[in-house]
């Protein structure tokens, strides 16, 4: 038997080859000497979508033969040609992947497969140097941070909070509901002094007297699932198939006061601008609301428009990127969401640098927590009515009016400012 409780890259390796070779996965585990279970769940967790040609791969395209009824009315194919077309992947509400069956059964892959040359179907393939990767990455983050989603926080928070601010303590309220909490006293302890939690450590009656040293963590601890077919090899991919589509760059301008206020930013790579939204707390649930509030404002037409490939990085506010993409009226998906590598924000990099220009008005270590919308409306509008030397010195606003119109500015909040009036310091805000 093998001495490694975990594969390592030469077995995964093995594996690849094997699989190229047409061996079953039962056999390729006897050969190393690990249980078959062990190999098929490997290979199920780390295969990887390859890209396609453009071709249409809908269950519909054959059937599909009245040429009026193509969402797409630019299309100069005739209808017979409609296998060929990709664009109803995009365009077309009935769109509905083949899959193949053999993929759902051993093999899991289409590596080794007979008949891939001449199959036109999606293909999955398992490659070894990216399973690795992948295991390598899960191995590091599965232990950090803390196991609670955001539901699991919040009833947390409404538990401890207002009992802590009529100066209960903590161990009393953990000893009389016990039963319901499912952490540790000190984690407890610990929240709070993350500021996780809408009390704070000042509020104990006793915790002035007791000086607390910072400590690094807790971080928020996410199932990391959620990146599986979102990566950034992903996202080329996807890129190289749909040229066209308008990207945007998602991150967030921290303040101060960890735990506090914090504004979200949407980079508009097309055009330059930027959006800002201001919120309460930096979690995941802040940034579904906020995309909740723009679905509902732009309507699934315009969102859908603007709004069509999202690239943030991995940052914890960005761990529900399903509640992004879905509308959830109809289940109808308008956007994808896909993610940085970890540790290159440069994937990214005109989003970053365009803050730059946000820490002309908010430095960094200053506090955020006397913001109101409507300060952050004005740094956001100042801001994208700066002319930049990249669009021949027009304004974000001025290209974003030019492509989209002058009412989806409106509904965003969007309104240029002369420049001659352009302030990109507001001290005003700060001095209120």
């Excluded at 007297?209 to 599986?228: E, F, L």
């Excluded at 992903?234 to 303040?255: H, K, R, S, W």
Aim: net charge positive; aromatic share 8%; with cysteine.
């Amino acid at each position: 038997m093998c001495k490694h409780q975990h594969l390592t890259l030469a077995e995964r390796c093995w594996i690849e080859v094997r699989l190229k070779e047409g061996m079953k996965p039962a056999k390729i585990a006897e050969s190393l000497g690990k249980h078959r279970t062990t190999v098929e769940r490997e290979i199920k967790l780390h295969r990887t979508e390859v890209k396609r040609g453009s071709y249409n791969d809908c269950v519909h395209a054959k059937n599909y033969t009245v040429p009026h009824e193509c969402p797409n009315t630019l299309c100069k194919r005739f209808t017979d040609n409609c296998t060929k077309c990709s664009e109803c992947t995009l365009r077309c509400k009935k769109y509905e992947p083949r899959i193949c069956p053999k993929r759902e059964k051993s093999p899991y892959v289409c590596t080794g497969c007979a008949q891939r040359m001449t199959c036109r179907l999606r293909k999955m393939d398992y490659i070894a140097k990216r399973a690795q990767a992948d295991y390598e990455y899960t191995l590091k983050t599965s232990r950090e941070g803390i196991a609670l989603s955001d539901g699991e926080l919040s009833d947390l928070n409404y538990l401890f909070s207002g009992k802590i601010m009529r100066n209960l303590s903590i161990s009393a309220i953990y000893s009389m509901h016990k039963a319901e909490i499912t952490v540790c006293l000190k984690s407890v302890y610990n929240y709070l002094n993350r500021n996780l939690l809408d009390a704070r450590r000042i509020n104990l009656q006793r915790a002035v007297r007791r000086p607390y040293r910072k400590k690094s963590g807790p971080v928020r601890r996410v199932d990391r699932n959620y990146q599986i077919g979102r990566t950034y090899d992903d996202f080329l991919a996807y890129m190289e198939e749909n040229p066209d589509l308008v990207v945007c760059q998602m991150d967030t301008v921290i303040g101060a006061k960890e735990g506090g206020k914090c504004i979200l930013t949407i980079y508009f790579v097309n055009c330059g601008v930027q959006l800002m939204f201001l919120r309460e707390r930096n979690t995941a649930a802040s940034v579904t609301a906020i995309f909740d509030e723009l679905k509902e404002k732009l309507g699934t037409e315009r969102f859908n428009a603007l709004f069509q490939v999202l690239l943030p990085d991995r940052g914890s506010e960005f761990t529900d990127p399903v509640s992004i993409e879905y509308d959830k009226k109809t289940g109808e998906r308008l956007c994808r969401v896909f993610y940085c590598d970890p540790m290159n924000s440069n994937q990214k990099s005109s989003c970053e640098r365009n803050h730059q220009l946000i820490r002309y008005i908010i430095p960094k270590g200053k506090s955020m927590e006397d913001l109101t919308e409507e300060d952050v409306n004005l740094i956001m509008n100042n801001i994208n009515s700066y002319p930049r030397k990249k669009w021949n010195f027009r304004s974000p606003i001025e290209l974003f009016i030019q492509i989209y119109g002058e009412e989806t500015a409106t509904l965003l909040g969007l309104k240029a400012i002369p420049f001659d009036s352009i302030d990109l310091k507001l001290q005003q805000i700060f001095k209120r």
